[in-house]
Nanobody, 121 residues
Framework: QVQLVESGGGSVQTGGSLRLSCVPS????????MDWYRQAQGKQRELVAA???????NYGDSVKGRFTISRDNTKNTTYLQMNSLRPEDTAIYYC???????????????WGQGTQVTVSS
């Protein structure tokens, strides 16, 4: 059973930085696109950043120029470097990943449990 584990959340002041990590556990044959989403209290979940297997990236408008998504394919891990954080970045951050567990299995989408990021003014 594949699970995604996020880490790196916490509380910072405006202008601070945090680096989130997301790593899958379990039997994995291949990891494809990986994304970071966030959900603030009372709001819908929104895409923060996405990265394909070969490193192409895409960002939500509100984080462009401040956040950077990356991945280490040797560790099947994705990272979200968050700089110049603002109070409006406060949310639970979730990663997801499209994973093939075995050579002949289908690609499934997995979600992590989320990590809280709080930015105070």
């Amino acid at each position: 059973q594949v699970q995604l584990v996020e880490s790196g959340g916490g509380s910072v002041q405006t202008g601070g930085s945090l680096r989130l990590s997301c790593v899958p556990s379990g039997h994995i044959f291949n990891v494809y696109a990986m994304d970071w989403y966030r959900q603030a209290q009372g709001k819908q979940r929104e895409l923060v950043a996405a990265i394909t297997a070969d490193g192409n990236t895409n960002y939500g408008d509100s984080v462009k120029g401040r956040f950077t998504i990356s991945r280490d394919n040797t560790k099947n891990t994705t990272y979200l470097q968050m700089n110049s954080l603002r109070p409006e970045d406060t949310a639970i951050y979730y990663c997801n990943a499209r994973i093939r567990e075995h050579r002949d299995s289908r690609i499934n989408l997995y979600w992590g449990q989320g990590t809280q990021v709080t930015v105070s003014s």
